[in-house]
């Protein structure tokens, strides 16, 4: 007797809704200054300018790792203007995110790249919620449940534009928030505690 073959292929509305009944938690990492040691000059942030000077801040990739296990997404959302303004080549940017992601267990790397300034528009320059927008569309993820971590007000504002719950990580720059975060935290392990396990647990 011949067997009755089931459908393989799903149909596109079945794939749409699972995908909106099973929507997963993100945490949304800031980079430089949250994840790696951003370079200070006159109590102000700047990118690393080369792979040397990309390095992981202590805590990170354990705390990366307890998020995980949490069961968070795990999505870096940065803004690198300098490629946008001609001052920093894409490829350094590139080749940096490899290695943060060869060494932390990071499920997507959102950029934008685009200069500020006034000299472009985008929807993806932090404060704008773009990024995290786009990848809770592609990955599934429901921003209520998600959160998003910096050290700077444009991801804090960033975070409250995308209907996530935010956390500071407080670095003393010398520069004021706009927004009141949620949270503050002083690095990344502290704002996984916070994250896991309620604030009156830091
Ligand atoms: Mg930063
Ligand atoms: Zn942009």
């Given at each position: 007797?011949?067997?009755?073959?089931?459908?393989?292929?799903?149909?596109s509305?079945?794939?749409?809704?699972?995908a909106?009944?099973?929507?997963?938690?993100?945490?949304?990492?800031d980079?430089?200054?949250?994840?790696?040691?951003?370079?200070?000059?006159?109590?102000?942030?700047?990118?690393?300018?080369?792979?040397?000077?990309f390095e992981?801040?202590p805590?990170?990739?354990?705390?990366?790792?307890?998020?995980?296990?949490g069961?968070?997404?795990?999505?870096?959302?940065t803004?690198?203007?300098d490629?946008?303004?001609?001052?920093?080549?894409?490829?350094?940017?590139?080749?940096?995110?490899?290695?943060?992601?060869?060494q932390?267990?990071?499920?997507?790397?959102?950029?934008?790249?685009?200069?500020?300034?006034?000299?472009?528009a985008?929807?993806?320059?932090?404060?704008?919620?773009?990024?995290l927008l786009r990848?809770?569309?592609?990955?599934?993820?429901?921003?209520?449940?998600?959160?998003?971590?910096?050290?700077?007000?444009r991801d804090?504002?960033?975070?409250?534009?995308?209907?996530?719950?935010?956390?500071?990580?407080?670095r003393?720059?010398?520069?004021?928030?706009?927004?009141?975060?949620?949270?503050?935290?002083?690095?990344?392990?502290?704002a996984?505690?916070?994250i896991l396990?309620?604030p009156?647990?830091?």
């Open positions: 007797m011949r067997r009755l073959k089931l459908p393989v292929n799903q149909n509305q079945s794939l749409v809704t699972s909106a009944t099973k929507l997963r938690r993100a945490v949304f990492l980079r430089d200054g949250v994840i790696n040691r951003a370079l200070e000059r006159e109590s102000k942030p700047y990118p690393p300018r080369s792979l040397d000077e992981i801040l805590g990170v990739a354990a705390a990366c790792e307890k998020l995980k296990r069961g968070y997404l795990l999505v870096v959302a803004n690198q203007p490629v946008g303004r001609g001052t920093m080549a894409k490829e350094l940017v590139e080749t940096i995110h490899a290695e943060m992601c060869r932390l267990p990071i499920d997507r790397v959102e950029v934008c790249f685009h200069p500020g300034q006034g000299k472009s985008c929807d993806c320059r932090k404060p704008k919620p773009g990024m990848a809770a569309r592609e990955l599934g993820i429901d921003l209520k449940e998600s959160w998003m971590v910096g050290d700077r007000w804090v504002d960033c975070g409250h534009a995308a209907g996530c719950r935010t956390i500071f990580i407080d003393g720059y010398a520069e004021e928030l706009r927004q009141k975060p949620h949270f503050s935290a002083g690095n990344l392990a502290k996984a505690d916070i396990h309620g009156q647990n830091r």
